[in-house]
């Protein structure tokens, strides 16, 4: 599938990604043209080729098809005043994308939406901060709608939660508890789980905290994992 969407602008790659059938509504093609992928690489030149990229410290900005994924399918779970988290948060830019899908200048619920990221490499926390300040969210950062820390992932940031939306970024080799603890009721996680064959697993909780999982499709992520492991 990578490569396939690859485009010559931004708007392009979107454009690519809806005749393709990945993107499918226009609230994610709205809020994925809004964010700009060339803040959010270490090559510019390439950031609309629809495939990952290394972004050092052994760790990818995933596909752009692979995020337009990930936003669909929490889709019905992100509305002003939702609480996201991204674990594995990278590069930063699902987190903005995240973040556009709860802004509705029409909604004043928008000011309480919170998108927390966690990554356990401070230099990549860091620099996705800077990305995402380039990319016009200073306020954002400033205002905490947005707040970027390192950490170990798999623990979840309790004292956010809960969650109405969670995305993993990195693949678990089972299911981490605690993450699904931190799921509102009610609540969805998208996470790719395994070691080496992996899926995605969409988790849903329900109002009355019954928990089912679906596994969606075959991906092959970098691992969610200890940091000194990570090359
Ligand atoms: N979604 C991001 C990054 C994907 S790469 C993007 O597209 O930019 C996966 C990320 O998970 C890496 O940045 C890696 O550092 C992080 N990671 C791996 N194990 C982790 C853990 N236990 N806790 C937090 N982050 C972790």
């Not at 709205?30 to 270490?42: E, F, G, H, S």
């Not at 752009?64 to 674990?87: I, Q, W, Y």
């Not at 620099?127 to 905490?144: F, H, M, Q, T, V």
Request: with cysteine; charged share 25%; hydrophobic share 35%.
């Amino acid at each position: 599938m990578a490569w396939r969407c690859t485009g010559a602008t931004n708007a392009e790659l979107i454009g690519n990604m809806a005749k393709a059938g990945i993107i499918n509504s226009e609230r994610v093609a709205a809020a994925m043209a809004k964010v700009d992928r060339a803040n959010y690489v270490r090559f510019p030149n390439t950031a609309y080729e629809d495939s990952p990229q290394p972004i050092g410290h052994g760790a990818t900005i995933s596909a752009p098809h692979m995020h337009a994924h990930a936003a669909e399918h929490l889709l019905s779970f992100l509305k002003p005043g939702s609480r996201v988290l991204d674990v594995g948060s990278g590069s930063g830019y699902l987190c903005a994308v995240l973040y556009q899908l709860l802004q509705d200048p029409s909604d004043p619920k928008s000011s309480e939406s919170k998108v927390v990221g966690i990554d356990h490499i401070p230099e990549l926390t860091e620099w996705s901060i800077e990305n995402l300040r380039k990319d016009g969210l200073g306020p954002a950062l400033d205002e905490g709608r947005i707040k970027v820390i390192s950490g170990d992932g798999r623990k979840g940031v309790p004292e956010d939660g809960p969650y109405d939306a969670i995305h993993v970024g990195a693949a678990a080799p089972t299911m981490p508890k605690d993450l699904i603890e931190q799921l509102a009721r009610p609540g969805r996680m998208f996470i790719p789980v395994g070691t080496h064959s992996q899926q995605i697993v969409q988790v849903d909780k329900d109002v009355d905290g019954n928990v089912t999982e679906k596994p969606l499709f075959d991906v092959m992520y970098v691992p969610l994992t200890d940091r000194d492991k990570q090359k």
